[in-house]
């Protein structure tokens, strides 16, 4: 179009510049003034018609050109779809969006930082039956053994010595050393020098007088402080002595030693927390608290020796089988995690279980809601995997700190129900249950 306009503009200079003349000519001719201005006013007029439509033509294509320019270019139009696309997942995250009742019943929003999928982990005391913060359950434990004392002093005394007791290998010899006592006296009987212990022997001030709960366990099963002489020193000395009316009852002091060696430390149990939801579009989003990442002091001096193992073995080459043992070393630091299962008619599942747990503690734990409990069922992983091995931790199998899990019924009993004509239950869940369904949140 350029050259198309440079060459009207060289024709009109051409016209206007009058006759040509010879380059060999020394003069040229004068042209009369009016011929001038008449060949002026001849190339003055408008362009012809097919001129114009020509100029029309290329004006128009130029302007294509450019608003072809103007066009984005692929990267452009990619970042536009996913700034569209993430002013959409905004927008959906403030306005719940409406679905089938076939897949949900109901949409939960999405949750913000300050909403948690879980309120926290939660214990339950075996003495009270209380619902405990992990904050709350030693101090509340301890209280409990100690009015536990009003009820059955024996066996508080040996949850004492197994509880308040931190030091594991001081609390076998301890009892060890104490059990062997008893046994003496059970043997024999009748040699006063084993019903007596005296408490400045160096043993017995090594092994048990440190021992909380110890006193009390001498004293419940009928042992009693007296001063008695010595031989060979003018002082007398407290020993525990035990009463003469239990002689009678040895066989009641062997059941007590046995209970003292078989005591373990009181603890409180994880509570499941359970909880059933609607269905929900949300259920693999998890936003977990605090509480399922807290490290004890013991576990954060672990996590630094493996973090230091970490670094120099970064600086080495390695193997496949390395890289997913330290995948799974890198599991094992959460010590709780939440699981939810999607049941068949949409409902979800959620229970708070030990990192460590088995799958069998969830497939107990499913199985312990279902209305009919007898029938067989699987659960499926992530990615639609069968997790079949039910002694494999959670940690193992990929399933901390959250996971969610698909229930599905056994599809060879699934078959035979039906060949039989019957028709399976509507609800998955005991009605017991249903009653405490929530919103997913």
């Not at 066009?71 to 569209?84: F, G, H, N």
């Not at 007590?256 to 989003?285: C, H, T, W």
Request: aromatic share 8%.
């Amino acid at each position: 179009m350029k050259k198309f306009l440079q060459g009207i503009k060289s024709d009109m200079k051409f016209k206007t510049a009058g006759p040509g003349h010879k380059l060999t000519e020394e003069t040229r001719e004068k042209v009369p003034n009016e011929k001038i201005r008449k060949e002026t006013q001849r190339s003055s007029k408008a362009p012809s018609e097919g001129a114009q439509m020509a100029a029309t033509a290329a004006l128009a294509r130029i302007e294509l050109k450019q608003a072809k320019a103007k066009l984005p270019t692929s990267q452009e139009m990619i970042r536009t779809k996913v700034k569209r696309e993430l002013e959409a997942e905004a927008a959906a995250a403030v306005k719940p969006r409406t679905s089938s009742t076939e897949e949900c019943q109901e949409i939960a929003l999405q949750p913000d930082n300050s909403v948690f999928s879980v309120s926290g982990v939660y214990f339950t005391c075996p003495l009270t039956g209380a619902t405990l913060r992990k904050n709350q359950r030693d101090a509340h434990i301890k209280e409990a053994i100690l009015l536990y004392f009003s009820e059955d002093p024996i066996s508080a005394s040996i949850m004492k010595i197994h509880t308040f007791n931190k030091d594991i290998e001081k609390v076998k010899l301890g009892t060890e050393t104490v059990a062997k006592y008893l046994e003496n006296i059970h043997k024999h009987p009748e040699e006063e020098k084993y019903r007596r212990i005296r408490l400045s022997n160096r043993i017995f001030q090594e092994r048990i007088s440190s021992l909380e709960g110890a006193p009390e366990f001498f004293q419940a099963i009928g042992f009693e402080k007296k001063m008695l002489p010595v031989s060979g020193q003018e002082n007398e000395e407290e020993f525990y002595v035990l009463k003469e009316e239990l002689l009678g009852k040895l066989d009641d002091l062997e059941q007590y030693r046995e209970n003292l060696l078989s005591g373990e430390p009181v603890k409180a149990m994880l509570d499941r927390n359970m909880q059933i939801f609607q269905p929900s579009i949300r259920a693999s989003q998890f936003e977990l608290p605090e509480d399922f990442y807290s490290l004890s002091t013991k576990e954060l001096e672990r996590e630094q020796k493996l973090r230091a193992e970490a670094t120099e073995r970064n600086s080495m080459l390695r193997t496949k089988a390395m890289r997913e043992k330290e995948e799974k070393r890198e599991m094992r630091k959460y010590n709780y995690t939440l699981l939810r299962v999607r049941l068949p008619d949409g409902l979800i599942l959620q229970g708070t279980f030990y990192a460590r747990e088995k799958m069998s503690a969830l497939m107990e734990f499913v199985r312990s809601t279902l209305e009919n409990d007898w029938m067989p069922f699987e659960l499926l992983g992530p990615g639609g995997l069968k997790l079949e091995d039910e002694n494999t931790p959670f940690n193992e199998c990929g399933l901390v700190p959250a996971a969610l899990l698909t229930f599905q019924w056994d599809t060879g009993v699934i078959k035979d129900i039906e060949a039989a004509g019957a028709q399976s239950n509507v609800n998955v869940l005991k009605p017991e249950h249903l009653a405490h369904i929530q919103t997913l949140s």
